[in-house]
């Protein structure tokens, strides 16, 4: 059975940075694409970044040149780099497995503070 598990989320002021990391277990991780998505307060889930297999990116625009994806297959997590947060980056943040299978970590506060 596959189980993400997040952490790194917490409070932090606008125009600062955090780091999330997600560590993935019960799958082959070295093919599966990986992607961060987060749920504002009385909004839908949204897609932040995506990471493949192979180390191909992709990024939602409100995020693109702030947020990066990464991946260390050895240790079976993925990250992302969050920095010149802005208030409107405040949410659950999420880690998801989108294939075979869709799996979903337990996500991750982020507040970002005026």
């Given at each position: ?16 940075s ?44 409100s ?28 949410g ?23």
């Open positions: 059975q596959v189980q993400l598990v997040e952490s790194g989320g917490g409070t932090v002021q606008t125009g600062g955090l780091r999330l990391s997600c560590i993935v277990s019960g799958s082959i991780f070295e093919i599966d694409a990986m992607s961060w998505h987060r749920q504002a307060p009385g909004k839908q889930r949204e897609l932040v970044a995506s990471i493949t297999g192979i180390g191909r990116t992709s990024y939602g625009e995020v693109k040149g702030r947020f990066t994806i990464s991946r260390d297959n050895a240790k079976k997590t993925v990250y992302l780099q969050m920095n010149s947060l802005k208030s409107e980056d405040t659950v943040y999420y880690c998801n497995r989108p294939f075979p299978t869709p799996a979903w970590g337990q996500g991750t506060q982020v507040t970002v503070s005026l």
